[in-house]
């Protein structure tokens, strides 16, 4: 099981064929998420239509709305 943001060590997870739990904030989970039917997207409360509206600024963390409950609930799906 991996958990962890949209990067590089998710696709590399996902090529691996481990089950995938990714958080996505401001980049769009229906172009970058991981493929495959199994995995798990969770999302910031923001849409993604949100963040295009908006200057990101890259000194300020947009993950901080989903919830350690959240996670948990998707891992103990796959258990």
């Known amino acids: 099981l991996f958990i962890g943001n949209d990067s590089g060590l998710m696709?590399?997870?996902?090529?691996?064929?481990l089950r995938v739990i990714s958080l996505f904030g401001p980049t769009d989970h229906t172009v970058y998420g991981p493929y495959g039917d199994k995995n798990i997207v969770i999302r910031t409360k923001e849409p993604f239509d949100y963040?295009?509206?908006?200057?990101?600024?890259?000194?300020?963390?947009?993950?901080?709305?989903?919830?350690?409950?959240?996670?948990?609930?998707?891992?103990?799906?796959f258990l």
């Open 11 to 17: 696709h590399l997870a996902v090529s691996n064929q």
């Open 51 to 77: 963040f295009k509206s908006i200057n990101i600024d890259k000194n300020k963390s947009y993950m901080n709305s989903i919830k350690t409950d959240t996670v948990i609930a998707a891992v103990e799906k």
